[in-house]
């Protein structure tokens, strides 16, 4: 009996292969073309079918989606299903979790007034008259 079941972890292995080739062992295999692994587990891996299909264009997003993790070291949240003593699981949904770095809002700068730079505070100060070195006297 297959249980629903939900992890989030960062992806230490993707993989995709030929139709057929199939991941696992013999007792746990799974008959997929994508598979992955999550640094929150210690063994066991989850996959996903890529056949020309009405689950194909799903089935592709959920890659992007797990792509972009890997490549962006993000973590994801799986949903998959595995049979009770199992370690492989099927995978039926990829969430992508955001980084929860706070976000930081833009200061107006108050020299800028819609979109026109005005002059800054030292516009007011009176000018500085640069002086030129004294000449030197011609002795008599």
């Known amino acids: 009996m ?3 079941l939900e992890k ?3 992806i230490v292995f ?3 292969h030929d139709l057929g080739t199939k ?3 013999p007792t746990d295999q799974l008959d997929v073309e994508a598979v992955f692994c999550l640094n929150s587990i210690a063994e066991g891996a989850f996959g ?4 020309n299909d009405g689950n194909l264009p ?12 890997f490549v962006n070291n993000l973590p994801v949240t799986a949903d998959f299903l595995i049979d009770t003593g199992k370690k492989n699981g099927v995978a039926i949904r990829i969430a992508l979790i955001k980084s929860q770095v706070a ?3 833009a200061v107006e700068s108050p020299q800028r007034i819609s979109g026109k730079v005005m002059p800054g505070p030292e516009a007011n100060a009176k000018p500085t008259i640069p002086r030129s070195k004294p ?4 002795a008599r």
């Open 2 to 4: 297959s249980n629903l």
């Open 8 to 10: 989030t972890g960062k």
């Open 14 to 16: 993707l993989r995709a």
């Open 23 to 25: 991941f696992g062992p």
């Open 48 to 51: 996903f079918q890529l056949r």
């Open 58 to 69: 799903a089935r592709q997003a959920m890659f992007s989606l797990l792509r972009d993790a």
């Open 103 to 105: 976000a930081t809002h």
């Open 135 to 138: 000449k030197p006297r011609k």
